[in-house]
C-alpha cells in the first residue's frame, strides 16, 4: 500500500507570528484584545457558518424547521393580542402591531443575553484544541439569533398585512438602531461569556434579570398607558431605549433624540464594560474551561 | 528545508488554577470579600503549576521530542505552544503557521455532518472556496467515509472518527506541527497508511514538536529531547544520550551509530 499526499494543501500565506507574553500592563492586554477583534472579523465567514448550522442543527429533522418559532411567536401575539386589546380597552389596529413588534424585538435581545451567557463555555471544546479569537463566538450568536429574528420577522408582516396598516418607507430608520443592536450584542457576547465562563452562577441570575425586566419595560404594555407626567417609570432602563430605536421607526414614528442618546450612552457604557473585562480576562479564558 | 519558521520560549510558567465550588460562584466570591476574606482566599488558591521555568530555542529544522511520565506537562507545553493557554509568566514568541494535533476530536462537533466538520475548519484555516473543495475531496478519499460524509459524526464508528479526525488535521501542512501521541495510535489496517501520510507532513515541516511515550519515534524522527518532569526541563540533549539517562540504559533495539 503506497499512500503519497503529493499535493497537500498548503496555502500561501505570509508566516503569522505570535507573541504570548505574561505581562499585567494594561496596554499589551488593549494590543491583544485588540488583535482578538481584528483576528474574530476575518474570520467572519467561520461566525457565518457557525451560526447558520446552529439554527440547522437546532431544527435538524424538525418538519418546518425554524419556522415552528414563527409558528409560535405568531399564535402568543395573536392571542395575547387580541385578549389585551380587550381588557385594556384598546383599539386592535393599534395594540396587535406594538405587541408583535415589541414581542419579536424582545426575543432577540432577551435571546442574545440568555445565550451570551453560554456564548463561550458551549464552545469549550474549540477553545481548548485550537486558538481561536473569542470575537468569533460573539459574533457567532449574533449570526444565530439574527436568523430566528429573520424567521419571526413573518409574524410582524403578517400582522401588517392583515391589518393594512404599513410604515412606509419610514422603517429605514431603524436602520441606526439595527447597527447599534450589532454593536451592543457583540459586547454582551464578550462580556456575558467571559464573566459566566468565571462564575458558573451568573446565567441563572441573568435569567431572572431579564424576567423582571420583561415586565418593567413596556412591551406587553405601552408606554402611553404610563398616563402623563409618568415618563420618569422608563428613565434609567436600558431596555426601553435599546428597544425603542428600533421598535419607533419599525412603528411609523420617530425614536426622539432624548432616547437615542440615552441608547447610546447605555451602549458605550456596555462596551466600555465588555472591553475592561474582556481584556483583563481574555488571556485567563482557556483556563476557565 | 529553509524557511524562518521559530519558536522561542523564555522562563515560561503555566499555572492552573483550581476552582472548587465556591470560588466558581460570584455569590460566594462576593459575600467573602464583604466578610474580608478575598485576600486571604487568593493567596490560598490552590493552583497547580503545570509548567515552570521553561526556556529553548528552536529554528527551521529542528525536531524536538518531548518525553516525562504522566502530568510531567508536555500536552500543557504543546497547548502553549499552539497559543492556547497563556503564559502566567515568561514568554513564548512562534513565527510560522502552527497546527497542533493534540486530540482525536480537535474541536469537531459531533452533531455535524463529517462535510460540515471539513467546512468549519476550512474555513477556521481561511482557505478559499476551491481550497476547502480540494480540503474535502482530500479527506474523503484518506478517510475512506463514502455516504458517512452527509451523516453526523456522532453516528460514526470510532475507527471512523479517529479517521476523519486523522485526515482532517493531517491535511494542511503548516510550518511548525506540534504533535502529541495518539497520532501514533489507531488500528493496524489503518497504521501503516497513517503513517505514510504523516511522515510525508513531519518531512514537509519545518519544525516538528513531537511529545511521546514511544522511545523508537523519538529517536527515529528527533535531533533533541527535552525530557520534563514535574513542569521543570529535566533534561536537554541529543536523542541518544537523553533517552540513554531516561530509560537508565541505551536505546535496546536501534543502538544510534556513534556521531551521527
Same mark, same amino acid.
Given at each position: 500500500?503506497?499512500?503519497?499526499? /503529493?499535493?497537500?494543501?498548503?496555502?500561501?500565506?505570509?508566516?503569522?507570528? @505570535?507573541? !504570548?507574553?505574561?505581562?499585567?500592563?494594561?496596554?499589551?492586554?488593549?494590543?491583544?484584545?485588540?488583535?482578538?477583534?481584528?483576528? %474574530?472579523?476575518?474570520?467572519?465567514?467561520?461566525?457565518?457558518?457557525?451560526?447558520?448550522?446552529?439554527?440547522? @442543527?437546532?431544527?435538524?429533522?424538525? !418538519?418546518?424547521?425554524?419556522?415552528?418559532?414563527?409558528?409560535?411567536?405568531?399564535?402568543?401575539?395573536?392571542?395575547?393580542?387580541?385578549?389585551?386589546?380587550?381588557?385594556?380597552?384598546?383599539?386592535?389596529?393599534?395594540?396587535?402591531?406594538?405587541?408583535?413588534?415589541?414581542?419579536?424585538?424582545?426575543?432577540?435581545?432577551?435571546?442574545?443575553?440568555?445565550? %451570551?451567557?453560554?456564548?463561550?463555555?458551549?464552545?469549550?471544546?474549540?477553545?481548548?484544541?485550537?486558538?481561536?479569537?473569542?470575537?468569533?463566538?460573539?459574533?457567532?450568536?449574533?449570526?444565530?439569533?439574527? !436568523?430566528?429574528? %429573520?424567521?419571526?420577522?413573518?409574524?410582524?408582516?403578517?400582522?401588517?398585512?392583515?391589518?393594512?396598516?404599513?410604515?412606509?418607507?419610514?422603517?429605514?430608520?431603524?436602520? /441606526?438602531?439595527?447597527?447599534?443592536?450589532?454593536?451592543?450584542?457583540?459586547?454582551?457576547?464578550?462580556?456575558?461569556?467571559?464573566?459566566?465562563?468565571?462564575?458558573?452562577?451568573?446565567? /441563572?441570575?441573568?435569567?431572572? !434579570?431579564?424576567?423582571?425586566?420583561?415586565?418593567?419595560?413596556?412591551?406587553?404594555?405601552?408606554?402611553?398607558?404610563? %398616563?402623563?407626567g409618568r415618563n420618569w417609570m422608563l428613565l434609567g432602563n436600558p431596555f426601553f431605549d435599546v428597544l425603542e430605536v428600533v421598535r419607533a421607526p419599525l412603528l411609523g414614528l420617530a425614536a426622539g433624540s432624548h432616547v437615542w442618546i440615552a441608547a447610546l450612552v447605555f451602549s458605550g457604557a456596555l462596551c466600555a464594560a465588555s472591553w475592561l473585562f474582556m481584556s483583563f480576562a481574555r488571556s485567563r479564558i482557556a483556563f476557565w474551561m | 528545508m529553509q524557511g524562518n519558521a521559530r519558536i522561542d520560549v523564555a522562563g515560561l510558567s503555566v499555572f492552573f488554577p483550581l476552582y472548587h465550588g465556591n470560588s466558581r460562584s460570584l455569590k460566594k466570591t462576593v459575600f467573602a470579600a464583604a466578610a474580608g476574606k478575598l485576600a486571604q482566599d487568593r493567596n490560598r488558591r490552590v493552583v497547580v503549576q503545570a509548567l515552570r521555568d521553561i526556556s529553548f530555542t528552536l529554528r527551521a529544522g529542528d525536531r524536538l521530542g518531548l518525553?516525562?511520565?504522566?502530568?510531567?506537562?508536555?500536552?500543557?507545553l504543546l497547548r502553549t505552544l499552539a497559543g492556547i493557554y497563556e503564559p502566567v509568566m515568561g514568554r513564548i514568541a512562534v513565527t510560522g503557521s502552527v497546527h497542533a494535533l493534540l486530540d482525536p476530536q480537535l474541536g469537531m462537533n459531533p452533531d455535524l455532518s463529517g462535510r460540515e466538520n471539513i467546512l468549519l475548519r476550512g474555513l477556521y484555516n481561511g482557505l478559499s472556496r476551491p481550497e476547502i473543495a480540494r480540503l474535502e475531496e482530500d479527506v474523503r478519499a484518506f478517510a475512506e467515509l463514502g455516504d458517512f460524509m452527509e451523516l453526523p459524526v456522532r453516528i460514526y464508528s470510532a475507527g471512523m472518527v479517529v479517521r476523519l479526525g486523522f485526515a482532517l488535521a493531517t491535511a494542511i501542512q503548516p510550518q511548525i506541527l506540534l504533535m502529541d501521541e495518539w497520532f501514533m495510535a489507531g488500528d493496524a489496517e489503518f497504521r501503516d497508511k497513517a503513517r505514510a501520510r504523516l511522515e510525508g507532513m513531519v518531512r514537509g515541516a519545518e519544525i516538528l514538536v513531537l511529545s511521546t511515550h514511544m522511545m523508537d519515534v523519538i529517536a527515529d524522527w528527533c535531533d533533541r529531547v527535552l525530557w520534563l518532569d514535574q513542569g521543570r526541563i529535566r533534561d536537554d540533549g541529543r536523542p541518544v544520550e537523553v533517552l540513554h539517562r531516561y530509560l537508565g540504559h541505551p536505546l535496546p533495539e536501534k543502538p544510534e551509530p556513534v556521531g551521527a
Open positions: 500500500m503506497s499512500i503519497t499526499v /503529493p499535493d497537500r494543501l498548503r496555502p500561501e500565506r505570509a508566516s503569522p507570528r @505570535l507573541e !504570548l507574553q505574561a505581562g499585567h500592563s494594561g496596554a499589551v492586554r488593549a494590543r491583544m484584545l485588540g488583535q482578538d477583534l481584528v483576528q %474574530g472579523a476575518r474570520l467572519w465567514r467561520l461566525a457565518l457558518t457557525l451560526g447558520w448550522l446552529d439554527i440547522k @442543527l437546532r431544527y435538524r429533522g424538525s !418538519l418546518l424547521g425554524p419556522f415552528w418559532l414563527t409558528l409560535s411567536t405568531g399564535a402568543m401575539v395573536g392571542t395575547l393580542g387580541v385578549l389585551y386589546a380587550t381588557l385594556w380597552q384598546l383599539p386592535v389596529t393599534e395594540y396587535l402591531p406594538f405587541l408583535a413588534l415589541s414581542q419579536v424585538l424582545w426575543t432577540f435581545i432577551a435571546s442574545v443575553i440568555s445565550e %451570551g451567557c453560554t456564548g463561550f463555555t458551549s464552545a469549550d471544546s474549540i477553545i481548548r484544541s485550537v486558538r481561536m479569537p473569542f470575537f468569533v463566538h460573539a459574533q457567532r450568536l449574533i449570526v444565530r439569533n439574527a !436568523l430566528v429574528l %429573520g424567521h419571526n420577522i413573518l409574524v410582524i408582516v403578517a400582522v401588517y398585512a392583515v391589518l393594512r396598516v404599513w410604515p412606509g418607507w419610514w422603517v429605514v430608520f431603524a436602520l /441606526p438602531g439595527l447597527a447599534l443592536w450589532v454593536v451592543d450584542g457583540l459586547a454582551i457576547g464578550m462580556l456575558l461569556g467571559a464573566v459566566c465562563a468565571r462564575f458558573r452562577d451568573i446565567p /441563572p441570575i441573568v435569567g431572572s !434579570l431579564m424576567q423582571i425586566a420583561f415586565f418593567v419595560t413596556p412591551i406587553i404594555w405601552t408606554p402611553k398607558q404610563l %398616563g402623563p | 518525553i516525562g511520565g504522566n502530568g510531567a506537562g508536555k500536552t500543557t
